[in-house]
């Protein structure tokens, strides 16, 4: 009679005691940093936030499958979660919102939410949504040319699934089988308009097969499912058989941001019942059912979590803010001569020519 497996989840998919404490240690990281950032920005301190709160099981788990300094991230601006699993930390998040000169996401240079980072093999988004997608297709392509062993992932909402640049970069990707994962948040509302008028059919993973690639559902709230899936993609792409889309579907437990209102679209029974969804305390629960999480270890990483938010709003207050006369630097290839800012072409003082 075969012997029935009595690890726990997380052992059975690789992963020890540390690991997954670290990962739910991280998710509480992300939620503090994200709940700070909103005191602040209601104080004045930061012109705008789009929240992940609801994401941070997802992001923590998909991220938490890649390696940091090898991997490439091309984020979206819910990724606070996967960017700080990927390597970002407290403080270099708050300052970006900041907009503090030496803010490694751009100098102060980018709008809040538009994570990236050199050091970090983050790409830093843009504005428009869905570009990022295509960006990490670009090194996943690159990898594939070079030979190198590197995967590329990249994560959107489900509202930007409907752009044009996803099925670019995923009919790209399918077609030249390219190391590459695409993870869907899809938390069911693009802004203001809910899922059954933004995706017909009701399906994000299900356009994968139309790009000859897997398409994965997995329950954002589940922490160890959502790892499991992008493991599996992960090992896909290092063994050359391409790319894998991942639909993680998660919860917004706020507004779409600080400018929005989802009281005035959203009833107020269907907010309330999102709180029992939220991964933070479902993954505290499997912790502790797994024997892992104890009262007294809960109290010290949030003890933790409290006092690392608390060093790293204060730091990136004290930060240097950006001057009048660095306005160009980042902007142009070269110096301007004689620095300051550039001065426009006048057709009048010069002959017209």
């Known amino acids: 009679m075969a012997q029935t497996d009595t690890r726990p989840r997380h052992a059975e998919l690789g992963l020890s005691d540390d690991d997954v404490l670290g990962m739910y240690r991280a998710m509480l990281l992300a939620r503090a940093v994200d709940e700070r950032m909103w005191l602040m920005q209601r104080a004045g301190k930061i012109a705008f936030i789009i929240s992940g709160q609801g994401h941070e099981g997802a992001q923590v788990a998909t991220s938490w499958a890649m390696r940091k300094g090898v991997d490439w991230m091309a984020p979206f601006y819910r990724s606070i979660a996967s960017t700080m699993t990927f390597g970002m930390s407290a403080e270099d998040i708050i300052t970006a919102h900041l907009a503090k000169s030496d803010d490694v996401s751009s100098g102060g240079r980018q709008m809040p939410g538009h994570y990236g980072g050199a050091p970090y093999n983050i790409v830093s988004l843009s504005s428009p949504v869905g570009t990022q997608v295509l960006h990490a297709v670009g090194i996943a392509m690159g990898a594939w040319v070079r030979g190198d062993d590197v995967v590329a992932m990249t994560q959107f909402g489900e509202g930007t699934s409907s752009q044009g640049e996803i099925h670019e970069a995923m009919n790209f990707a ?58 599996e993609a992960h090992e896909r792409a290092r063994r050359g058989d391409g790319p894998t889309l991942i639909e993680a579907q998660v919860v917004r437990l706020t507004s779409h941001s600080s400018d929005d209102d989802q009281r005035r679209y959203r009833d107020p029974a269907e907010v309330d019942a999102l709180k029992e969804r939220d991964p933070i305390p479902q993954f505290a629960n499997e912790l502790r059912a797994a024997g892992v999480l104890t009262d007294e270890r809960e109290e010290s990483l949030r003890a933790e979590v409290k006092a690392e938010v608390n060093d790293a709003s204060r730091s990136a207050e004290a930060r240097p803010e950006p001057t009048a006369d660095d306005a160009h630097e980042r902007v142009y290839a070269e110096p301007i001569p004689g620095g300051g800012t550039a001065v426009p072409h006048d057709p009048i003082s010069d002959g017209g020519h």
């Open 174 to 231: 399918g077609v030249h089988g390219l190391p590459v994962i695409f993870v869907c948040e899809n938390n069911g509302y693009a802004i203001s308009v809910p899922l059954d008028r933004q995706v017909a059919g009701g399906s994000v993973a299900a356009r994968a097969a139309g790009y000859g690639m897997p398409g994965v559902v997995v329950d954002g709230g589940d922490v160890l499912g959502c790892y499991a899936a992008a493991k």
